[in-house]
């Protein structure tokens, strides 16, 4: 099977696990003045973030993700007063300001494994004193904004495509491990998808979150409607031989 290579601009799956997050520390037992152990908080000799090695102070409302390393780079060339450049394993940072505003610039790396670290610990960076081990009070609202390439199945679609996803489905099973699952994913789609590809009960049940409608409406217009699917594999989940 040949696959057109697309850009794609996508914020479903990471604002998914954020909001998974969210309901997650929304419904904890534990008061939000118990202290965060540290065997779930788990923090650097500096005081930051112990993967993506960042700080409250240095993280920006608006984070653009990428999955390469090397994407950072490119896109911060056009910021400006870049504050840092920092670089933890495949997780790199910049955080800068563009046309007057600022954001922050992060890789993951390959694979959903690698996005449960980065979205927890965003979540962490905004939402957690590192200092008292606390929620705060206040929870901070981020915007998170995926660029990364994809295949597509319709040869009706040119190379180098801008493609919006409307809708994910996750294949790899990730969510299903957190609490509340239920109230960001779309039920219907997902047992209309289990019944009509006769899913083999040995695979995780699939997922399926729908894009914000803001950043619909903002890219609409410049983009190809459609759904993403994200596979745990390159080769076997995504049918290659």
């Not at 910049?94 to 980065?118: A, F, P, Q």
């Not at 998170?144 to 996750?170: K, M």
Request: aromatic letters at 8%.
């Amino acid at each position: 099977m040949e696959y057109n290579i697309l850009l794609y601009l996508r914020l479903l799956k990471y604002l998914f696990l954020l909001n998974l997050r969210k309901l997650k520390f929304d419904d904890m037992k534990t008061s939000k003045s118990t202290k965060i152990a540290a065997s779930e908080l788990l923090l650097n000799a500096d005081g930051s973030i112990y993967h993506l090695n960042l700080r409250p102070e240095e993280l920006a409302d608006t984070v653009i993700l990428v999955g390469d390393p090397g994407r950072v780079a490119m896109i911060s060339k056009h910021m400006t007063a870049i504050e840092f450049t920092k670089q933890s394993r495949e997780f790199v940072s910049t955080t800068g300001m563009y046309k007057g505003k600022r954001i922050t610039v992060l890789s993951t790396g390959i694979g959903t494994d690698n996005i449960d670290i980065v979205m927890n610990e965003l979540d962490a960076v905004a939402n957690i004193d590192f200092n008292t081990r606390k929620i705060k009070k206040e929870k901070r609202s981020l915007t998170l904004v995926r660029i990364g390439t994809s295949g597509a199945l319709q040869p009706e679609i040119p190379l180098g495509s801008y493609v919006l996803s409307h809708y994910s489905i996750g294949c790899d099973g990730l969510v299903n491990w957190y609490a509340n699952r239920d109230a960001v994913t779309d039920k219907e789609i997902e047992n209309a998808l289990v019944e009509h590809m006769g899913w083999d009960a040995n695979l995780p049940r699939p997922y399926v979150v729908k894009n914000s409608e803001r950043l619909i409406k903002a890219f609409q217009r410049k983009t190809v409607k459609g759904m993403t699917i994200s596979a745990p594999g390159f080769f076997g989940p995504q049918g290659r031989v």
